[in-house]
């Protein structure tokens, strides 16, 4: 932990890009959606992508929260706990999706402590959605330019 130290706002916003470049949800070729979801079970990805929003000025009323669990689950628990860590009230959060249990399958998140997935919505995300676009891109020809850091 000593080796990160505070983060910057510049260190913060471009983590935050790759992160939801990574993670979130994209438009393809041939299905422009142009906007910001994100979905994940690690409460530490939720924690760094809601300080990314909040650099980027997003209106916490746009945002849009839903958990995504496995029915046979304790779905009560998850929608608190999820709630909880983005500090909203649970009557805030969209209807949970309930992922059918396939008693055939290996699943190894069954114990107690298996919370689901957070599902991040940004309504009216379509603009943002582009910009980030940009800057991932903008990333991307950073790494790649030629120069002292990237020659092999």
């Known amino acids: 932990m000593s080796e990160i130290g505070t983060l910057t706002d510049r260190e913060l916003f471009v983590i935050g890009v790759g992160l939801y470049w990574a993670e979130g949800a ?5 299905s422009r959606r142009e906007r910001i979801t994100f979905v994940n079970s690690d409460p530490d990805m939720i924690t760094v992508f809601m300080a990314w929003l909040n650099l980027l000025d997003v209106d916490p009323a746009n945002l849009r929260f839903a958990v995504q669990i496995h029915e046979s689950a304790d779905v009560a628990a998850a929608e608190e706990f999820w709630a909880h860590h983005v500090g909203i009230d649970t009557s805030r959060l ?11 399958t290996n699943r190894k998140n069954t114990a107690d402590s298996y919370r689901g997935c957070l599902r991040v919505d ?31």
């Open 94 to 104: 969209m209807k949970t999706t309930l992922k059918r249990h396939n008693p055939l």
């Open 26 to 30: 994209k438009s393809k070729s041939y």
């Open 122 to 152: 940004v309504r009216d995300g379509a603009e943002l959605y582009r910009r980030i676009e940009g800057w991932w891109y903008g990333i991307v020809g950073a790494a790649t330019a030629t120069d002292l850091r990237n020659r092999t």
